[in-house]
């Protein structure tokens, strides 16, 4: 973002100066409640209601048009009919104000794309930038402006808040409230016309009230410049975001794993994990994790303890920490040092720390004040089951004080606690004080995992991108004639073509056009060989019969050459056959697929697994969007489930992920710099023992005329 636009985005949140066109004196209009929401925010800049009959609005006057107000105007929002926006735009360009929501709806939302095309290029040609059409309006507690037309007002705080439904984002204002968390914005997104989700970060990233940012995203529209933007933003304040839409599947390419099996939602899933951003479930789950974020320190280091009364809850935490990934201090010694003195001897300071059933407000203070005293933890889980012999009028303040050492000591603590009407009446003070108490185990932990995620992401991050040495112009010359070809795919022959021009290891082959050439290549290469037809009408060759394996010797080529035509023809009678490709048998090793392919929202990315002939069935794959490194694709094959039979699994040696490493990021070198390329697919790709390299037996390569900024 350039200097002139961050400013302009600036005056969306903090305007001097800030007119609503639509402002009305009917109090069921919307542009009476967007101004009367205005004034009772407390805005500290000029107010001017824009309405054609004049007079006063609220105690303000009231002016016939934009253009009348003797002052510059930093921000515009429209709210009218329709038919009238694309005016009240040529009005506020000729008053060159620089930054304008449009509330109104009926633009592309219901199919009127054409007017809202027409608005967006009336207010480029003036360097104004539009936030919406289709949307509930912004707050911004920077400067008290609520020009929301919202029922419920908003508590200013630290959660930013961007939303694409309006409908969902004025709930949102009203269970904020309800939760008692505190907002430095609520940014309704609306068409996205003009701005969007990359351009509010950009900003959002670099406010000092902003501590936390919520996002509900139902779709992604240019997915490159999001993924740049939440890697920035990330570096500095945690994102989390809720995305709809699960269950809907992307565009796939149907002659491709890779586009098969990249539904959209995994997609958006492992671009978001790559990117540092922690995607909620569902809006209980991001409202907690954005007050604890917002309130609590990231844990310094990985020794989490858990304190109970209760072995039951005990278990329940435990298994839910290994879910959400908080590791549990295990140094026993340690433990019953720091536990001891509030553990009674039938009680257990191994970790979950059981310090009874028994235990009062006293002795829970002093099991929790320990682990904020001590230099050998680093975060803690306090759980508490309502029991009889608990002194209930002493739960809150008791709660209060060993939440105010933990953060005396830079420590998160996360509380569960389970019981009856006092206990519930206890949470809902706490809960009034901002302190992180839930009714649910699962809750809890949640919460303090979602810290550590963040923080486990920040420690590991990395910006160095890589890309491997490949031969671009050799590939391009390949993508160039069967181009000419009318093809838009390459040829087994060219495929592998393209898999030497980038460096990756492939099979011994040859191409024959007769029996003699067939068993001559043979020979050569060495028994076994497999045999594949070579043909642009049968692009998959198994199917057609067009591949024969583990051919020991000349008789076994020779009948399966002539049995691989037969095939070929019965399969597709007006298939061209161009030969009959000798490859060298490849020996056995761990089979695992990689592809490439340009998603229609995320632009170029890579995907990795579990290969063979069961990876649709099996599904082991991970998505990544470009670039990457090193790193990056390494964390990449450790998502794989798959992963531990590259490590060596009954006896068996690691295997060669190194080399595993380097033909990914080849394949993400050539998606990236060859821009005529649409799909690649190596399966299987043969991986043997560490430094013996591997196989990529069977690469797949579509492709298109490119288009600049098109993604197929």
């Not at 500290?44 to 006057?61: A, M, W």
């Not at 549990?328 to 536990?339: A, C, G, M, P, S």
């Not at 509030?342 to 407000?361: H, L, Q």
């Not at 181009?483 to 990756?504: H, K, P, T, Y």
Request: charged share 25%.
């Amino acid at each position: 973002m350039n200097r002139k636009q961050d400013d302009t985005i600036r005056r969306l949140f903090e305007p001097k100066s800030f007119a609503v066109i639509g402002a009305s004196r009917n109090p069921t209009k919307i542009g009476h409640n967007i101004f009367k929401n205005v004034l009772a925010g407390g805005y500290k800049g000029r107010l001017y209601p824009i309405s054609p009959s004049g007079g006063e609005i609220l105690g303000h006057r009231a002016y016939a048009s934009i253009e009348e107000v003797d002052d510059q105007i930093d921000q515009a929002t429209i709210a009218i009919p329709a038919k009238f926006v694309l005016e009240a735009i040529e009005s506020c360009a000729r008053k060159g104000v620089p930054a304008v929501q449009i509330i109104t709806s009926g633009f592309s939302e219901v199919g009127n794309t054409g007017a809202e095309q027409q608005i967006v290029a009336t207010a480029r040609s003036a360097g104004m930038r539009i936030l919406g059409p289709n949307i509930f309006g912004l707050y911004s507690a920077t400067s008290s402006l609520n020009s929301t037309f919202s029922g419920t007002s908003v508590m200013p705080g630290n959660v930013a808040i961007l939303t694409q439904s309006g409908a969902l984002g004025i709930a949102m204002i009203g269970k904020t409230a309800v939760d008692n968390i505190g907002l430095s914005a609520i940014v309704s997104l609306g068409n996205k016309c003009d701005l969007d989700e990359a351009d509010l970060l950009d900003y959002l990233v670099s406010q000092d009230e902003t501590r936390v940012i919520l996002m509900y995203i139902e779709g992604v529209k240019n997915g490159e410049r999001l993924i740049e933007a939440l890697k920035r933003t990330t570096a500095y304040k945690p994102v989390v975001v809720i995305k709809s839409g699960r269950s809907k599947r992307g565009a796939m390419a149907a002659a491709s794993h890779t586009g098969s099996l990249a539904g959209s939602d995994e997609i958006f899933d492992a671009i978001m994990r790559q990117c540092g951003v922690l995607r909620a479930e569902g809006l209980e789950e991001a409202f907690n994790w954005c007050k604890f974020l917002a309130r609590t320190r990231l844990p310094a280091g990985d020794r989490a303890v858990i304190v109970t009364n209760g072995g039951g809850v005990g278990v329940m935490a435990t298994d839910a920490c290994e879910k959400f990934g908080i590791e549990l201090l295990d140094d026993q010694e340690t433990l019953k040092e720091v536990f001891g003195p509030a553990t009674p001897s039938f009680g257990s300071t191994k970790n979950p720390v059981d310090i009874t059933g028994g235990a009062n407000s006293a002795d829970y203070h002093l099991a929790l004040s320990a682990p904020a005293r001590s230099d050998s933890m680093d975060a803690t889980l306090a759980l508490y089951c309502d029991t009889a012999t608990f002194d209930s009028d002493n739960m809150a303040p008791m709660v209060k004080k060993t939440y105010e050492a933990h953060c005396a000591a830079g420590k998160p603590i996360s509380y569960a606690i389970i019981g009856g009407e006092s206990v519930e009446k206890a949470m809902a003070s706490l809960q009034r004080d901002g302190i992180p108490v839930y009714s649910d185990v699962y809750q809890a932990v949640s919460s303090l995992g979602a810290a550590y995620r963040y923080k486990n992401y920040l420690r590991e991050q990395s910006d160095e991108v890589e890309e491997d040495e490949i031969d671009a112009a050799a590939i391009e010359s390949v993508i160039q004639k069967a181009l000419a070809d009318g093809r838009s795919f390459l040829l087994a022959s060219e495929g592998s073509a393209v898999m030497r021009a980038a460096g990756i290891t492939i099979p011994q082959s040859r191409i024959a056009n007769s029996i003699t050439e067939a068993v001559g290549f043979a020979e050569s290469i060495g028994y076994p060989v497999v045999m594949k037809v070579v043909s642009r009408d049968i692009l998959h060759k198994s199917d057609a019969g067009g591949v024969a394996l583990n051919l020991e010797n000349k008789t076994e080529v020779i009948d399966a050459y002539e049995a691989i035509l037969q095939n070929a023809k019965a399969y597709k009678p007006d298939a061209v056959i161009n030969g009959i490709e000798i490859c060298e048998m490849v020996k056995p090793g761990t089979e695992l697929i990689v592809g490439a392919r340009r998603d229609a929202s995320f632009g170029p990315i890579v995907m990795c697994g579990l290969g063979g002939i069961y990876v649709e069935v099996m599904r082991d794959v991970v998505f990544r969007a470009l670039p990457l490194n090193r790193r990056e694709v390494m964390r990449m094959l450790k998502e794989i489930r798959s992963f531990p039979l590259l490590m060596g699994v009954r006896g068996e040696a690691r295997k060669d992920i190194d080399t595993v490493i380097g033909t990914i990021l080849k394949v993400a070198t050539i998606i990236r710099r060859c821009s005529g390329i649409t799909d690649i697919e190596i399966n299987p790709i043969v991986v043997y023992e560490q430094g013996k390299g591997l196989k990529a037996v069977d690469a797949r390569i579509l492709i298109a005329h490119s288009r600049e900024g098109h993604h197929e």
